[in-house]
């Protein structure tokens, strides 16, 4: 049962993302593009929580008068 539905979902996924170059090529740039963005956001909130506080954003009025 599992080859089965694991044989067709290959064939599903070739037919229609690496059967043809152009296709193939769009789907590895748009899945870069979004790996990018998903990871870059991720990882700069996970930054700015761990650095709150430090940042001169966060510091900025201690030093400057405004």
Do not use: H
């Not at 037919?15 to 870059?40: H, L, P, Q």
């Amino acid at each position: 049962m599992v080859g089965v539905f694991t044989r067709s979902l290959s064939s599903f996924v070739y037919r229609n993302f690496f059967k043809k170059e152009s296709v193939y090529f769009t789907t590895i740039v748009a899945s870069g593009v979004a790996f990018s963005v998903t990871f870059n956001t991720m990882f700069d909130r996970y930054w700015d929580k761990k650095t709150a506080g430090t940042k001169w954003e966060d510091i900025k009025g201690d030093y400057v008068a405004n």
